[in-house]
C-alpha cells in the first residue's frame, strides 16, 4: 500500500501572550507517520489542529484553547489517524507554555 502524503502548514507558536507565530509549509509528508515521529522531525513538543479543509475556523488569533481531547495529537498515533489531512494546518508549541496561557489567558498588544 502506498503512503498517503499532504501538504501541512505547521504554525510555529513561539508566544501565546504576544500573539507570536511563524507558519511553516511542509510539503509531501507522510500521513501514516506517527505523531512522535514528526516531533523527532520537528524536534519540539506539541502539536494541535488549527484548522483543517473546508472546516470551521476558530476566532482565536493564534490557537483554540478548547478541544484538547480532540486537537491535540497523540504521539503514538499516524497523523493520519488524528485527523491531519492534505492541507490541514497544525500549531507546534512548548506545553508548558500553552498550559500557563491556559491557565491565565491574556494576551499582551
Known amino acids: 500500500m502506498a503512503s498517503r502524503e499532504g501538504t501541512v502548514t505547521v504554525r510555529l507558536i513561539r508566544s501565546f501572550e504576544?500573539?507570536?507565530f511563524r507558519p511553516i509549509v511542509y510539503h509531501?509528508?507522510?500521513l501514516d507517520q506517527?505523531?512522535?515521529e514528526f516531533i523527532v522531525f520537528l524536534k519540539q513538543d506539541k502539536l494541535k489542529i488549527v484548522h483543517q479543509a473546508h472546516k470551521s475556523k476558530t476566532?482565536?488569533?493564534?490557537l483554540s484553547l478548547e478541544d484538547d481531547d480532540r486537537l491535540l495529537l497523540k504521539e503514538d498515533s499516524t497523523l493520519?489517524?488524528?485527523g491531519v489531512a492534505h492541507e490541514t494546518e497544525i500549531a507546534f508549541f512548548?506545553?508548558?507554555?500553552?498550559?500557563n496561557y491556559k491557565a491565565n489567558p491574556i494576551s499582551s498588544w
Open 18 to 20: 504576544h500573539r507570536n
Open 28 to 30: 509531501g509528508v507522510n
Open 34 to 36: 506517527t505523531t512522535e
Open 59 to 62: 476566532n482565536e488569533l493564534v
Open 80 to 82: 493520519w489517524a488524528a
Open 94 to 99: 512548548c506545553e508548558e507554555d500553552y498550559k
